[in-house]
């Protein structure tokens, strides 16, 4: 079986049975293809060194790292859609955020797609979002959460957190441009991902955080 690379490096295979693999993503790469349809894809990544076709589930920004699944049958594709939509999977996040926070809480506030491509507040037009966040650590200028989006919106951490005044460290599109520069990659990093198997019996998916991330 070919290995599954990305520059190089071989992106890991956390857990697969016949119906679907679990990877980790590395940051940098994107889920699926972009506009240019020359840049490489992890989905295209994943077909080439399988040979085979695999199923879009769900996605994690370029710039995000940790667990993402592919379906490999369409019936299996439909199975974990309904549960993504049915809010039945659980998706834990590792955030470095800036500024000090000193507990969890909860972020209600409704989003919604700009011109820009940002998403925001808007309390009229947005679509209900729920995030949920506990406090890890603490440094002077940072904070270390663990996050858990409890609906799926697009950008919806980014945005939240942006939102609160605590953006994620080294995120571009939500924090000053030329600070965030000075960071080499979006502190955000999908640590799990809790979802049923057919069988009834609850599955925990996991991938610790890259070393330089810690």
């Not at 409704?110 to 940002?118: C, E, Q, T, Y």
């Not at 270390?144 to 951490?157: A, S």
């Not at 999908?190 to 925990?204: C, M, T």
Request: positive net charge.
């Amino acid at each position: 079986m070919n290995p599954i690379l990305f520059g190089g490096q071989p992106i890991p295979a956390i857990f697969e049975t016949d119906d679907f693999i679990a990877l980790d993503k590395p940051v940098g790469l994107a889920s699926i293809p972009e506009r240019n349809p020359q840049n490489v894809s992890l989905l295209s990544v994943l077909t080439a060194a399988r040979q085979q076709k695999f199923y879009v589930v769900h996605r994690l920004d370029k710039q995000v790292s940790g667990v993402i699944l592919f379906a490999k049958t369409p019936g299996f594709h439909r199975y974990l859609n309904l549960q993504f939509e049915h809010r039945q999977v659980q998706k834990t996040y590792l955030a470095v955020v800036h500024g000090q926070l000193s507990r969890g809480g909860r972020i209600e506030t409704p989003l919604r797609r700009f011109g820009s491509g940002r998403m925001a507040a808007d309390p009229d037009a947005g679509k209900a979002c729920l995030t949920e966040y506990d406090v890890l650590d603490r440094r002077p200028e940072t904070t270390l959460l663990r996050v858990r989006p409890l609906t799926g919106r697009k950008h919806q951490l980014r945005a939240h957190l942006f939102g609160i005044g605590h953006p994620i460290v080294g995120d571009p599109l939500y924090g000053d441009k030329l600070f965030q520069r000075c960071f080499p990659r979006l502190m955000l990093h999908a640590l799990s991902i809790r979802l049923a198997l057919p069988s009834g019996n609850d599955i925990q998916i996991e991938t610790p955080a890259p070393e330089f991330f810690t």
